[in-house]
């Protein structure tokens, strides 16, 4: 018999023995070529559950995906996405952002580093990402940037999408990666926002060491304070399955019925649309646990649960991928896989054979970094028990009350009057021809200047938000935006207000 066979028994053994305990032993020892091929299954697998989602992607708002909708799959269609429709791939050209940071600058490179490769990049971002890089372009830097007081977006699930990269590094060291979380993941998250990503690094932290998918989400867990909404979000899911072993559809129920109030993002508050973090992470659980293991049942349940239902599939298919390894994807999903694999991602140039060799680079690295031994053939991971992060809390004391329309062309200034401690304002800066223009607003608050926002037409330099305020004494307000540049060249549309008090609104029914 081989090395490569006797390390691959041992291996299965190994996962066999931890799925039966509590917890896991104080080492692992794993051939390189076990851990490769996990690592290759992580990525894959999450660029195959990215595309797959792709066309229904915020297509079922607050709605599930009908059992009798089939969602395309078939040989060349990676391909054809690939070429046709790069920007769906913002799951994975994030993560390359800061894998490529790494590699340029090291272990020890701040978080301003990883800040400004994806601030300056050329790609096209949204929400809790885009007003970071507007921040980051204005002078907040990170942490400042992601804190929901300088973002409106904290809660959102960007960072949550982007974490696959330190769990993936950090094979069975999940404090390390909660650690990379931290410098990266604040840079546009803060609170459950932020707590989505630590989850998600931490499950495919554990991915490479166990292949039990209920252990992995309970263990993940416990780096998340109890006492915050996304763990007790995710806390109820697993409550959930074990209660509905074979229904799926209810426990997506039960997380609407509860946990569906969004009070962060101005756009999803009063509409249907929800990019929160611990509603689309619930999807994701939900992807892996009623999965069971399963890749097609996975891919399918954490998509037909909508909202951001290609980012969801992507992150539990990458997870699964990691406890399965590539070489146990089956076919019909790695079809035309081979195709794509040596393209590199638009706006970058790593393609995923590239990152299967990074990411297994910096494996190696961080197996060395944190006491453990990589010698020819094999590598002994020093296991981390898992530490809760501190508690965050976004938004504390806001409760959304109104969503008034405004409807304005704001040319010179205008005004409006709320009564409560906060508001956020919807709306854009458009060019109304070929160059871009980048207007200055003076914001005032009951006669006080409190900001002069410059708000750019270019679409990567835009701020997501117009305006937005918080923590202001509750009472009645008056906010009056003045432009101090003007021009026939582009315009700013103040498309609504979402306005925020200090205590929650309540149906005549509860009354």
Known sequence: MNLRKIMKITLCLFLFLISCKSELPKTITISKDALKDKIKGAWAAQTIGVTFGGPIEFQYNGTMVQDYQTIPWYDGYLKDRYENEPGLYDDIYMDLTFVQVFEDEGFDVPAQSFANAFAHAEYKLWFANQTARYNILNGIAPPNSGHWLNNPCADDIDFQIE??????????????????????GHIMNYGDGWYGGVYVAAMYSLAFVSDDINYIVEEALKVIPAESKFAQTMSDVIRWHKKY?????????????????????????????????????????????YGEGNFTKTYEIATRCGDDADCNPSTAGGILGAIKGYKNIPEFWKQGLGEVEPIDFKYTTISLNDVYELSFKHALEM????????????????????????????????????????NVNLTNETSFKFNGIGFAVNGSANKKGEGDYTFKVEMYIDGELVETVKLPT??????????????????????????????????????????????????????
């Open 163 to 184: 974490a696959d990269f330190a769990g993936v590094m950090c094979p069975g060291m999940i404090n390390s990666s909660a650690e990379i979380c931290d410098k990266i």
């Open 245 to 289: 072993p074979n229904d799926w559809k209810r426990t997506w129920f039960e997380v609407y019925r509860k946990w569906s109030e969004d009070i962060g993002s101005p756009y999803g508050v009063f509409e249907p649309f929800n990019i929160d973090a611990k509603i689309n992470a619930a999807h994701v659980l939900m992807g892996l646990l």
């Open 367 to 406: 197996v060395k970094r944190n006491g453990g031994e990589v010698r020819e053939n094999d590598v002994t991971i020093q296991l981390q028990k898992p530490k809760t992060v501190p508690l965050e809390v976004a938004f504390k004391g806001h409760y959304p009350v109104e969503k008034r329309e405004l």
């Open 458 to 511: 270019k679409f990567t330099h835009r701020r997501f938000y117009l305006f937005w305020r918080y923590q202001l004494s509750m009472g009645e307000h008056e906010v009056r935006l003045k432009i101090l540049n003007p021009t026939d060249k582009a315009e700013i549309f103040l498309e609504s207000v979402v306005i925020y008090s200090n205590k929650p609104s309540k149906p005549r029914y509860l009354m």
